[in-house]
């Protein structure tokens, strides 16, 4: 892991960097370029590639191999991943490759858009869809960028190489088989984060709690739990969750526990609704709480958890069972966003505290239920340390509520680190000075990109700070002007880093 120094630089240290003469390009893709940004990014997003849809995955390789040879660009077929060459000027032989990478898969959806998902919708100088800010956008962005330095640029002394994975959301398995056939470029910038540059990815890691231990319902609480679930993949907090309750004992037990539950506050930003349904001799009460979508590494702050309040809401309300422990531990976790629940005070003057989002609550084979927290781990603790402490939290846990879990999930990650001192940081600020005028710090991400799995690789862009992060969100979208924004950004860093002298060292002060 690189260390991590301040991340105070000051402003003089970017300015003092040459640049390559940028005003035509930037003209140019102004001009020719521009238009075609939200027609492209419309087109790719009706492609549904999440995980499982291979068709959709094929036809949109077929479709960025048409889209890449009709702008000039070689392309290769790499299986998961994609290539898209624009060669050094007068051969690639001998010349270092500068990468690009983005991934053309999605997170799922639920049903609860406001508009189709996968339509490519454009609303209020915004591209509305799954994938427009993660990671489709990027990929047309670097995809013009290139175009308009193939057209209008200096002389190129590195090959700049556009890849683009296929299972980022998934199984993230993309980059590290490509890697097995492949070199990876000499330097590489993933385009699947925050401007100006991150210099510190934290630790993705999953907690799942599974319990088979059935409901017993009690004289004061004569109902089971029928169904619960939960939210919709590990790194989204859950906008949606929903449990329904069984009484073999007529309705009234539960008319009067929906009156005590409409009597209590909800969580701020989300709110309940209740049907009561006869069933032969007794009744069902479902229980539908909605909160809000957000990236649970990203933007966790900017969710609502569906599943926290849920549980909250039904505090005391349910009888001794599985469901009961589990909404009991997902209290405690989500009693904040930080992992005090969790026992993870400790705070970090650079990287701030871990980020937790209780993630899924799902029913399992053989009538169980599985709960799933995402933590965000800073160098404090990460790793089997943080999965020797969440164990001893488990266990604490299940001993006081007489109970018992079977303890799971993943904790092979780990933070990712770059001094930003390095001359490799201080180009990356330089360009994205000149190019919006503006003096952002760099940026410590809860997210986890390709740079974690590619060799020489940063996290550059293309979200600008300021703006809340709407990947992995219901509704996703991306301003159009700041799609144009990080095109130029982009422009600008690659007449830098493909048209200048390579950089030697570029990690290193």
């Given at each position: ?10 402003s003089l ?13 930037h ?62 000027t007068?051969g ?22 406001s ?8 609303k ?15 990929m ?5 960028a ?12 590195s ?5 683009v ?13 490509y890697?097995?056939?492949n ?18 990815e ?28 939960a939210?919709?993949a ?7 969750a929903?449990?329904?309750l069984?009484?073999?004992a007529?309705?009234?037990?539960l008319?009067?526990l929906r ?5 209590r506050?909800l969580?701020p ?46 505090d ?108 490799l ?52 979208q ?9 095109a ?10 493909a ?5 030697k ?5």
């Amino acid at each position: 892991m690189r260390m991590l120094l301040s991340l105070m630089i000051p402003s003089l240290l970017w300015a003092a960097q040459p640049a390559q003469p940028t005003r035509p390009v930037h003209d140019h893709y102004d001009r020719r370029l521009a238009p075609r940004m939200v027609p492209l990014l419309s087109e790719v997003i009706r492609f549904p590639t999440v995980a499982g849809n291979a068709k959709a995955w094929a036809d949109q390789k077929t479709w960025i191999q048409k889209l890449a040879k009709g702008l000039g660009f070689e392309v290769r077929d790499a299986g998961k991943v994609m290539e898209v060459d624009l060669p050094a000027t007068g051969g690639r032989d001998g010349a270092p490759v500068l990468g690009l990478l983005v991934h053309g898969d999605v997170q799922p959806v639920d049903d609860h858009w406001s508009i189709p998902p996968f339509s490519g919708t454009v609303k209020d100088g915004r591209v509305l869809g799954r994938g427009a800010a993660d990671d489709k956008g990027p990929m047309i962005q670097a995809l013009l960028a290139m175009k308009a330095l193939k057209e209008a640029g200096p002389t190129r002394a590195s090959t700049i190489r556009l890849l683009v994975g296929s299972d980022e959301e998934s199984t993230n398995t993309d980059i590290t088989d490509y890697l097995k056939a492949n070199r990876p470029p000499d330097l590489s910038l993933v385009l699947d984060s925050a401007f100006p540059v991150v210099v510190g990815e934290k630790a993705w890691n999953a907690l799942t709690l599974e319990t088979q231990r059935p409901t017993a319902p009690t004289a004061d609480r004569p109902w089971t739990v029928a169904a619960l679930e939960a939210g919709l993949a590990t790194s989204i907090v859950p906008d949606r969750a929903v449990i329904r309750l069984a009484s073999a004992a007529g309705k009234d037990p539960l008319v009067a526990l929906r009156k005590r539950l409409e009597r209590r506050p909800l969580d701020p930003g989300c709110r309940a609704a209740f049907s009561l349904t006869p069933e032969g001799a007794g009744a069902s009460l479902t229980i539908t709480v909605q909160g809000k979508a957000a990236h649970g590494g990203v933007n966790l702050e900017g969710g609502r958890n569906a599943l926290v309040a849920l549980a909250r809401l039904l505090d005391g309300e349910l009888p001794p069972g599985g469901a009961d422990d589990l909404l009991a531990f997902a209290r405690q976790a989500g009693g904040d966003l930080y992992g005090t629940g969790l026992g993870l005070t400790e705070p970090d003057p650079l990287w701030g505290r871990c980020a937790v989002n209780v993630a899924t609550l799902k029913p399992e084979a053989g009538g169980g239920l599985k709960l799933t927290l995402n933590i965000r781990a800073t160098p404090k603790r990460y790793g089997p340390a943080l999965e020797a402490h969440l164990r001893q939290v488990v266990s604490a846990f299940a001993a006081a509520r007489k109970t018992a879990f079977s303890f799971g999930g993943f904790f092979g990650d780990t933070p990712l680190a770059f001094d930003p001192q390095s001359r490799l940081v201080k180009r990356l600020m330089a360009d994205y000075e000149r190019a919006t005028g503006r003096v952002d710090q760099p940026a410590i991400s809860g997210g986890g990109t390709y740079a974690k799995r590619m060799p020489h690789a940063i996290a550059f862009g293309m979200w600008f700070p300021g703006r809340p992060y709407p990947g992995h969100d219901v509704d996703e979208q991306v301003p159009i002007e700041d799609l144009h924004r990080g095109a130029h950004v982009l422009i600008e860093t690659l007449a830098d880093l493909a048209c200048g002298e390579p950089l030697k060292e570029p990690f290193r002060p």
